[in-house]
């Protein structure tokens, strides 16, 4: 705070010492009159450097000086001739004129580079907001620019007035009467009003932007996420309603034939219809069954009963509800799990009849279990055509499909929802044409459990 | 001999139940999977008449319709489902004979089959009776029990074009181009209006139709209501 006065008093008597000085050293070879205008040289510098706050008063001080040490009668402030007197009064309109159109010009160029910077400082903002980064996290680099902008020690601007967590008392921003925010300073700071009310519509009008950007995109991402939903839904009835129709169609045609008293079966025809009838009967009620599974699961509404068993036996009696067995090798330790058996043998059991349908007749299908420190994995293994890297994922998915089309594609599905439930993973695994495997993690069960004796 | 009956579905147990019901009723049942084994069966056996699945692994039944209809006027009636309206209606504009929508009644089928059988060739004589209206193609007069029924030409066109299809399921579009020309297909508006004019001059009661029948959302059809 004192330099601000020291440095400006020191140079504007400076300013008038060297004139003076100049004025001494040059009387020998000019009228002294003459040179009065050499004041005007030291004024000129003081104008530009501190403006006419400090240049006037140094126009005054050097007519003064001129007329004290140099215009008879010297040592006084009279003056003997009119020449004199109009002379000084000259030099004194000079130096104020000069003074003041210094200063002016000095106030231009500072306003001009104020409002560069205050530009520029937009610029960047804008730059940053519309390149699409989150506008929470550049408002701590704003306030702080925004501060140096507006020559105080700092600035915090908060989108949310609500949540006030500012000192001072806040400015609201607003653009067009609707408060985008608001920007507080800290109390005693008092930044140029004309800056202020330049650069703070400006700030507001770009944060409005940059907020109401982030709104349209969180709405077109959630229309987005609605209409795949939607979309998602509309396969889902699509694929139930073929699954349910195909063997409804079948049933119906059996049935109508068998009533049909104008048609004429054999016996063998007559068992064949009954078969029909009895299989898609069966069918319709697994996949009504499969659905009821699916929802529940989506629902969260399969909650597992936790038995301790050791993965082998439920692996074994998995392949044995399945009746394959003769197809099936199964290979490894005995890790043990903390798990609902019936919901864990059915993830198996879907993965093996999974293998079993893509395996070339006769092939077997192979099941290992390993175990890690934490988790125990069951791996199905089939010798089929396998599975290509972009639909490793999407098999998991309820009615996703392989390229047979067999099956009503729940059966993935719904062991990936029975291992969640029982804190396990499945993922797929395959290079195609060298078959696929599928995998099934669970946590073991970490350390052994006393067995009552 | 029996008519031979190719049967395409790539639903084996629809196959199953559809062939052995088609030998009860004393037809010669060939059977196929997929689009291209329909061809090929087609081809070594001309059959009498295809029932065609809509939606097949291989393709669509609308572009076996259209193979099909390449080389044989042989009937072709289509399985259709719920939600496949659109296709339904391109396999008949594509030149299928008629459709019924699974999950079908066995008698319903077997009704339809007989009746596209039935009408293997448009009726082209230059008279045609039906639901008694004497139809005079060639001096484009009808008559109803001896008295003039005046219509306008494409009132009559509409009548004559769905004379010679008795029976058959004709497509708005189908229409549209028979009657006003090739340029036209898609004002199916213009149809529904013309109809209802035809009715009121042919239908003893315009309100209960008895011979242009409504196919919702598909076309129309032109019935004998006197020999149903």
């Keep these: 705070m004192r330099s601000r006065l020291v440095l400006p008093l020191l140079g504007s008597a400076a300013a008038v010492a060297v004139a003076t000085l100049l004025v001494v050293a040059l009387k020998p070879i000019a009228p002294t009159l003459s040179l009065g205008v050499l004041y005007v040289l030291g004024v000129l510098p003081v104008a530009v450097v501190w403006g006419a706050r400090w240049s006037l008063p140094v126009a005054v001080a050097s ?33 104020i004129v000069v003074s003041e159109l210094a200063a002016r010009s ?54 949310d007035a609500a949540r006030g967590r500012s000192r001072g008392a806040p400015t609201p921003l607003e653009v067009d009467g609707r408060v985008v925010g608001t920007i507080s300073l800290p109390a005693g700071a008092q930044p140029q009003t004309a800056v202020q009310r330049r650069f703070l519509p400006a700030l507001a009008a770009l944060l409005a932007v940059a907020i109401d950007r982030r709104r349209l995109e969180r709405e077109a991402l959630e229309a987005e996420a609605l209409r795949r939903s939607d979309l998602a839904k509309t396969a889902l009835l ?47 009620a697994r ?33 044995d509800s399945l009746g394959v067995a003769d197809r099936v090798e199964v290979a490894g330790g005995q890790p043990l799990v903390n798990v609902d058996p019936v919901q864990i043998q059915r993830v198996i059991a879907n993965f093996v009849e999974n293998a079993l349908r893509f395996s070339p ?17 069951v791996r199905v293994v089939d010798h089929g055509p396998g599975v290509a890297e972009p639909e490793l994922e999407r098999v998991f998915e309820p009615f996703y499909r392989g390229a047979d089309r067999s099956g009503a594609g729940l059966g993935l599905a719904i062991a990936r929802g029975f291992a969640a439930a029982n804190g396990g ?17 669970l946590p073991v069960v970490e350390a052994p459990v006393e067995l009552p004796a | 001999m029996s008519r ?85 209606i391109a396999a008949l504009d594509a030149g299928a004979d008629d459709y019924v929508t699974k999950p079908f009644s066995v008698d319903e089928l077997l009704a339809r089959l007989r009746a596209v059988l039935r009408r293997l060739t448009p009726e082209a004589g230059p008279v045609l009776e039906v639901g008694g209206l004497t139809i005079d193609v ?91």
């Design chain 1, 63 to 95: 007519m003064l000086t001129f007329n004290w040490f140099f215009l008879p009668p010297v040592h006084t402030f009279t003056l003997r001739d009119t020449e004199n007197w109009s002379a000084l009064a000259a030099y004194s309109v000079t130096a």
């Design chain 1, 106 to 159: 000095r106030r231009r160029a500072t306003d001009a580079e104020q409002r560069e910077r205050e530009a520029a400082l937009l610029a960047e903002i804008a730059g940053h907001l519309l390149g699409g980064e989150e506008l929470e996290g550049q408002l701590g680099w704003i306030g702080g620019r925004t501060a140096q902008v507006l020559g105080v020690p700092e600035a915090v601007i908060e989108l």
């Design chain 1, 238 to 284: 699509r694929a139930v309603s073929h699954d349910l129709r195909s063997p409804l169609t079948s049933i119906t045609t059996a049935v109508g034939a068998l009533r049909n008293e104008a048609l004429v079966f054999t016996d063998a025809d007559r068992r064949e219809l009954l078969d029909t009838i009895a299989v898609d009967a069966e069918r319709l």
């Design chain 1, 287 to 319: 996949l009504v069954g499969d659905l009821l599974d699916l929802s529940r699961l989506e629902a969260g509404g399969a909650e597992p009963e936790r038995e301790l068993w050791s993965l082998d036996e439920l692996v074994r009696d998995a392949i």
């Design chain 1, 361 to 377: 007749p006769g092939a077997p299908v192979h099941v290992r279990l390993t175990a890690t420190r934490r988790e125990a994995i």
């Design chain 1, 425 to 441: 993973r499945v993922w797929a695994e395959s290079r195609p044409g060298q078959g696929a495997t599928f995998a099934l993690a």
């Design chain 2, 4 to 88: 031979r009956i190719l049967v395409v579905d790539d639903e084996p147990q629809i196959l199953r139940a559809l062939g052995t019901t088609l030998r009860g009723a004393g037809y010669t049942v060939d059977t196929a999977a997929t689009a291209e084994s329909a061809l090929a069966a087609a081809a070594a056996q001309p059959p009498a008449a295809v029932i065609l699945d809509l939606v097949l692994p291989d393709g669509r039944g609308t572009d076996v319709t259209r193979e099909l209809r390449t080389w044989t006027d042989a009937p072709v009636i289509v399985l259709s489902a719920i939600g496949e309206e659109r296709e339904k």
């Design chain 2, 138 to 228: 060639a001096q484009r007069l009808v008559t109803r029990d001896g008295e003039r029924v005046k219509l306008t030409p494409h009132e009559f066109d509409l009548l004559r074009v769905l004379a010679q299809n008795r029976g058959k399921l004709l497509t708005h579009r189908m229409l549209l181009r028979e009657v006003w020309g090739p340029a036209y297909g898609d004002e199916a508006h213009y149809l529904h209006v013309y109809v209802s004019h035809l009715r009121a001059k042919i239908e003893r009661d315009p309100s209960r139709p008895r011979i242009v029948l409504t196919e919702p959302g598909a076309g129309y059809r032109l019935v004998d209501a006197d020999a149903s």
